[in-house]
């Protein structure tokens, strides 16, 4: 194939929505005919079908020379290739139907058939075409179940992670499994496991464990995105500097195809571009969902006494705040307690009898509880808020039992304790990593 070729197989990608839009289109105004015979003619449809064979036919010439250009396996591009001339054929077939009009029961059996078996391979011939460019498991009704780089869960923490499995092989699925697949290996490179990364593809060995300057694979996504060899190609979005970072690393450590991190810790550079890929840092409220709270469970709130403030653009999240010193009616709360994630609630004489209604607030991520006469009987009952992230107790009756409790709780990352009987020697037992706590012992 000359360049020339190549370059006209170029347009194919742009050529083949042409007869997929103009069939499409044919078979809708077939069906409005039937339903009102005067609305379309025989002549309108006949150069609708006329004009969708010809660009069938140029969409499978373009797709020919489109196909000698590219790595595409034999079977999967064998199947596309006569599907999609079986459907210039068949189109076109259609079309000379319509051009030579004949009346009749056979006839009108005759071309239902064969428009029904168009549409049948224009969908089996699109499905061929999807297949090669993403995959053959991309149009795949199981594909919708299955973990993707984007839906897969996040490691709690980054020993919980192993880099291959979390990292590496999801960012190559991203950015680069599009052109390396099982139907299209660009440059003869597979990129499905870790076995065929290493075996590389013509121009080598992919990868060279120990040593990312050696190894085609990085070198190729580090060079300038201007480089005729830099990947990925095609305008597709290259790899963030965390993702090329997170490539080098795994290289430089061996390449394995299982790398606990807790057996391999990364230097301190290394943690924190692992915790913003891992988006270890990320507000958990960005992953959590409701439904905006309605104007009447708003003016429930006002009603009782709290104020009320939406804290996101959503408009879902909602910081309470009570400001009397006339104990509230904590019950109110239960009509927001989808979107609350703040609550304010200092010195209005709260006991710990009251707490049974603050520990049904399982969305809360802060909650000032400060000068109330509450002890460790009603911190207790907060033990299931595993979300809450700042807790202030200052100014009330909760000592040293509360501390263990307070310090487990999986979220807590700052504990305001000023004021509290509550000794020093039980602060530093309680201090964990994560959790900050401001405290003045009596």
């Given at each position: 194939?000359?360049?020339?070729?190549?370059?006209?197989?170029?347009?194919?990608?742009?050529?083949?929505?042409?007869?997929?839009?103009?069939?499409?289109?044919?078979?809708?105004?077939?069906?409005?005919?039937?339903?009102?015979?005067?609305?379309?003619?025989?002549?309108?449809?006949?150069?609708?079908?006329?004009?969708?064979?010809?660009?069938a036919i140029l969409s499978a010439l373009t797709?020919?020379?489109?196909?000698?250009?590219?790595?595409?396996?034999?079977?999967?591009?064998?199947?596309?290739?006569?599907?999609?001339?079986?459907?210039?054929?068949?189109?076109?077939?259609?079309?000379?139907?319509?051009?030579?009009?004949?009346?009749?029961?056979?006839?009108?059996?005759?071309?239902?058939?064969?428009?029904?078996?168009?549409?049948?391979?224009?969908?089996?011939?699109?499905?061929?075409?999807?297949?090669?460019?993403?995959?053959?498991?991309?149009?795949?009704?199981?594909?919708?179940?299955?973990?993707?780089?984007?839906?897969?869960?996040?490691?709690?923490?980054?020993?919980?992670?192993?880099?291959?499995?979390?990292?590496?092989?999801?960012?190559?699925?991203?950015?680069?499994?599009?052109?390396?697949?099982?139907?299209?290996?660009?440059?003869?490179?597979?990129?499905?496991?870790?076995?065929?990364?290493?075996?590389?593809?013509?121009?080598?060995?992919?990868?060279?464990?120990?040593?990312?300057?050696?190894?085609?694979?990085?070198?190729?996504?580090?060079?300038?995105?201007?480089?005729?060899?830099?990947?990925?190609?095609?305008?597709?979005?290259?790899?963030?500097?965390?993702?090329?970072?997170?490539?080098?690393?795994?290289?430089?450590?061996?390449a394995l195809a299982s790398m606990p991190l807790?057996?391999?810790?990364?230097?301190?550079?290394?943690?924190?571009?692992?915790?913003?890929?891992?988006?270890?840092?990320?507000?958990?409220?960005?992953?959590?969902?409701?439904?905006?709270?309605?104007?009447?469970?708003?003016?429930?709130?006002?009603?009782?006494?709290?104020?009320?403030?939406?804290?996101?653009?959503?408009?879902?999240?909602?910081?309470?705040?009570?400001?009397?010193?006339?104990?509230?009616?904590?019950?109110?709360?239960?009509?927001?307690?989808?979107?609350?994630?703040?609550?304010?609630?200092?010195?209005?004489?709260?006991?710990?009898?009251?707490?049974?209604?603050?520990?049904?607030?399982?969305?809360?991520?802060?909650?000032?509880?400060?000068q109330n006469p509450i002890g460790d009987q009603?911190?207790?009952?907060?033990?299931?808020?595993?979300?809450?992230?700042?807790?202030?107790?200052?100014?009330?009756?909760?000592?040293?039992?509360?501390?263990?409790?307070?310090?487990?709780?999986?979220?807590?990352?700052?504990?305001?304790?000023?004021?509290?009987?509550?000794?020093?020697?039980?602060?530093?037992?309680?201090?964990?990593?994560?959790?900050?706590?401001?405290?003045?012992?009596?």
């Amino acid at each position: 194939m000359t360049d020339i070729y190549i370059y006209f197989g170029r347009f194919h990608p742009l050529l083949v929505h042409l007869p997929i839009g103009m069939i499409c289109g044919a078979i809708l105004l077939g069906i409005w005919k039937r339903f009102k015979p005067e609305a379309v003619s025989y002549q309108t449809l006949a150069l609708i079908w006329t004009t969708s064979a010809a660009s069938a036919i140029l969409s499978a010439l373009t797709g020919y020379l489109h196909a000698n250009g590219n790595d595409y396996t034999k079977e999967s591009l064998d199947i596309h290739k006569w599907s999609g001339i079986g459907l210039a054929v068949l189109s076109s077939v259609v079309a000379v139907i319509y051009l030579f009009e004949r009346s009749g029961l056979w006839m009108h059996r005759l071309r239902t058939t064969l428009v029904t078996s168009t549409f049948g391979l224009l969908i089996y011939t699109g499905h061929g075409g999807g297949s090669l460019t993403h995959g053959s498991e991309y149009l795949s009704i199981s594909t919708l179940t299955e973990e993707t780089p984007e839906t897969m869960p996040r490691p709690a923490s980054i020993e919980s992670a192993d880099l291959f499995t979390h990292a590496v092989m999801p960012i190559l699925q991203t950015k680069c499994l599009g052109c390396h697949n099982a139907s299209k290996k660009k440059g003869g490179l597979l990129l499905t496991d870790h076995a065929v990364i290493l075996r590389g593809g013509k121009s080598g060995v992919g990868l060279v464990p120990g040593d990312p300057s050696a190894s085609e694979l990085f070198r190729r996504v580090s060079l300038p995105s201007d480089h005729k060899e830099f990947m990925p190609t095609d305008g597709k979005a290259p790899l963030t500097d965390d993702q090329r970072d997170i490539l080098e690393w795994w290289i430089e450590k061996g390449a394995l195809a299982s790398m606990p991190l807790a057996k391999t810790p990364p230097d301190p550079r290394m943690r924190e571009v692992l915790t913003n890929y891992f988006q270890l840092n990320r507000d958990p409220m960005l992953d959590m969902k409701a439904e905006p709270a309605s104007e009447d469970d708003l003016e429930a709130l006002r009603a009782a006494g709290f104020q009320a403030r939406r804290i996101s653009s959503s408009g879902a999240w909602l910081d309470v705040t009570y400001a009397d010193s006339v104990k509230p009616d904590l019950s109110v709360l239960e009509r927001v307690h989808e979107q609350l994630v703040w609550l304010q609630l200092p010195n209005c004489g709260l006991t710990d009898e009251d707490m049974e209604d603050i520990a049904g607030l399982d969305k809360l991520f802060r909650l000032n509880l400060s000068q109330n006469p509450i002890g460790d009987q009603g911190i207790a009952q907060l033990e299931g808020l595993k979300n809450l992230e700042q807790l202030n107790i200052y100014g009330t009756r909760v000592t040293n039992k509360s501390l263990g409790l307070l310090a487990a709780l999986p979220s807590l990352k700052k504990l305001f304790i000023w004021d509290c009987p509550i000794d020093s020697t039980s602060v530093v037992a309680a201090v964990r990593p994560g959790l900050e706590i401001i405290h003045q012992v009596r």
